[in-house]
């Protein structure tokens, strides 16, 4: 964790950002949207700076500490867990883990909203795919200009 804290202007200038969901003076928690953006530009070759920069987060704001040790964090998590690592569980997970056995229903609601959020995911990940295309569209349009 970074040394330096937030003052309270940069505080509230984070807290009006829609990918910061909440922040201190010492911390700041993304939303699960943007780490997932995060990831997906990332593995398209883009800078752990630049992804934060487009996002509005700028790296005088955070700091380069804060962007470089929050890049390694969600990455090792994606390696480990796929997108559900990337997740914050701090809300639904309240304790040591349950030890009984699921019963079927449980267990068919668990996969149930499981891939409720892989379409999910997947319709993101299109949105975004088309969004990239018009840019590109745009761009070779008005270099042929």
Same mark, same amino acid.
Do not use: C
């Given at each position: 964790?970074?040394?330096?804290?937030?003052?309270?202007?940069?505080?509230?200038?984070?807290?009006?950002?829609?990918?910061? %969901?909440?922040?201190?003076?010492?911390?700041?928690?993304?939303?699960?949207? *943007?780490?997932?953006? *995060?990831?997906?530009?990332?593995?398209?070759?883009?800078?752990? &700076?630049?992804? *934060?920069?487009?996002?509005?987060?700028?790296?005088?704001?955070?700091?380069?500490?804060?962007?470089?040790?929050?890049?390694? &964090?969600?990455?090792?998590?994606?390696? /480990?867990?796929?997108?559900?690592?990337?997740?914050?569980?701090?809300?639904? /997970?309240?304790?040591?883990?349950?030890?009984?056995?699921?019963?079927?229903?449980? %267990?068919?609601?668990?996969?149930?909203?499981?891939?409720?959020?892989?379409?999910?995911? /997947?319709?993101?990940?299109?949105?975004?795919?088309?969004?990239?295309?018009?840019?590109?569209?745009?761009?070779?349009?008005?270099?042929? %200009?």
């Amino acid at each position: 964790m970074t040394k330096r804290l937030l003052t309270k202007k940069e505080q509230e200038l984070l807290k009006r950002n829609p990918y910061v %969901k909440s922040v201190s003076d010492k911390a700041i928690t993304y939303t699960d949207e *943007f780490k997932r953006h *995060f990831i997906a530009e990332n593995e398209k070759g883009k800078l752990p &700076r630049e992804i *934060f920069e487009e996002a509005g987060l700028s790296e005088e704001l955070i700091g380069i500490d804060r962007i470089k040790t929050a890049g390694k &964090r969600w990455r090792a998590a994606y390696r /480990n867990a796929g997108i559900e690592g990337l997740e914050d569980t701090r809300k639904t /997970n309240s304790g040591r883990p349950s030890d009984r056995e699921l019963t079927l229903e449980e %267990k068919v609601a668990r996969l149930e909203a499981k891939n409720q959020l892989l379409r999910a995911e /997947n319709e993101l990940l299109k949105k975004l795919d088309l969004l990239e295309r018009q840019v590109l569209k745009k761009k070779s349009q008005s270099k042929r %200009k």
